[in-house]
């Protein structure tokens, strides 16, 4: 059974920094593309961030110079190192596990709240 386990959300002041951790069990997790989605209330699941099995790095335009996604094979944990955070960041914050040359991820972790505040 796949399980993806995020931790590290919680209350942040604006300008700060977090650190969010996602453990996964149950995979191969070195064949996996590893993947941080955000969810604000009324808005819909996107993608924040994302590293390929080898290691190359994607983000969206809109946290670029600020978040840093990294991966562990040998801890089977992906990370975000989110700094200088700011208020439009408030979301929960998903891990997720997608196959190589797929577009949708097959598993999710449940989500961690990270809450800015100004």
């Known amino acids: 059974q796949v399980q993806l386990v995020e931790s590290g959300g919680g209350l942040v002041q604006v300008g700060g920094s977090l650190r969010l951790s996602c453990a996964a069990s149950?995979?191969?997790?070195?064949?996996?593309?590893m993947g941080w989605y955000r969810q604000a209330p009324g808005t819909e699941r996107k993608l924040v961030a994302d590293?390929?099995?080898?290691?190359?790095?994607y983000y969206v335009d809109s946290v670029k110079g600020r978040f840093t996604i990294s991966r562990d094979n040998a801890k089977n944990t992906v990370y975000l190192q989110m700094n200088s955070v700011k208020p439009e960041d408030t979301a929960v914050y998903y891990c997720?596990?997608?196959?190589?040359?797929?577009?949708?991820?097959?598993?999710w972790g449940q989500g961690t709240q990270v809450t800015v505040s100004s």
């Open positions: 590293i390929g099995s080898g290691g190359i790095t």
């Open positions: 149950g995979l191969t997790f070195g064949s996996y593309c």
């Open positions: 997720a596990a997608r196959e190589r040359r797929t577009v949708v991820p097959s598993y």
